[in-house]
């Protein structure tokens, strides 16, 4: 596609239900990244996947967390056992390679607020 | 652990004023990028800066990777209503794939 596509734009939830984030790359784009935004803040790294490895995860929060990689292509966060405090907007990213300074492009993201 | 310190968190000004955002951390990066997120969006990219003291400009930006690559500065000269956005610094580390981010710079310019 023209850029990364996240879905879906908005989730509300209630405390303590799982949730599904998806993410598609830009074609071609065989590194994928996710990170979290809380409001009025900056970007917090959660974890990237070179093809469908995930060679550093080391964000990710709790074991609520999980992300998977299919295909080389879509990427699924999922938080089980959903928290107020993961309300946030969670952020998707793809590049070329997974390199030191690659430029990353960022989807629009989900904003996920939980009741 | 890593970490970006933006100043100020907040800036507001009016239309033809120049400023400076700063961006510092008592870590070395082996580049930083600067990035402008708009409500809704995610952050897209400006600009990269690599070697130590380079400077780049972007129009009436110009950004500034410091000597020892811990710091970094974006000046705006005859700042835009369009310039209006949240502006992140993000600096990559050697070997490192994720990017680590300070908390951002809310920048608005008044008409």
């Known amino acids: 596609g023209a850029g990364v596509s996240q879905s879906p734009s908005n989730k509300v939830t209630e405390k303590g239900k799982d949730v599904e984030l998806r993410c598609d790359p830009i074609?071609?784009?065989?590194?994928l990244y996710w990170y979290r935004q809380r409001l009025g803040q900056g970007l917090e790294f959660l974890i990237y996947?070179?093809?469908?490895?995930?060679?550093?995860k080391s964000g990710l929060p709790s074991d609520r967390f999980s992300a998977e990689r299919t295909g080389e292509s879509v990427s699924t966060l999922t938080i089980q056992r959903t928290q107020q405090e993961d309300s946030a907007v969670y952020l998707c990213?793809?590049?070329?390679?997974?390199?030191?300074?690659?430029?990353?492009?960022f989807g629009p993201g989900t904003r996920l607020l939980v009741l | 652990t890593q970490l970006l310190e933006q100043s100020p968190q907040f800036l507001s000004i009016q239309e033809g004023e120049n400023l400076t955002v700063y961006c510092n951390s008592s870590?070395?990066?082996?580049?930083l990028q600067w990035y402008r997120q708009e409500p809704g969006e995610g952050p897209v990219l400006l600009v990269t800066?690599?070697?130590?003291?380079e400077v780049k400009k972007l129009k009436r930006l110009t950004f500034q990777f410091g000597d020892a690559r811990k710091d970094s500065s974006l000046h705006i000269t005859a700042a835009q209503p369009g310039d209006t956005g949240l502006y992140l610094c993000?600096?990559?580390?050697?070997?490192?794939?994720?990017?680590?981010f300070g908390q951002g710079t809310r920048l608005t310019i008044n008409p």
């Open positions: 993000a600096g990559a580390s050697q070997g490192a794939q994720k990017l680590v």
């Open positions: 996947f070179q093809g469908n490895s995930a060679p550093d």
């Open positions: 990213a793809s590049s070329l390679i997974a390199a030191t300074g690659e430029t990353q492009y």
């Open positions: 074609s071609g784009h065989t590194a």
């Open positions: 870590s070395v990066f082996s580049s």
């Open positions: 800066v690599v070697t130590g003291g």
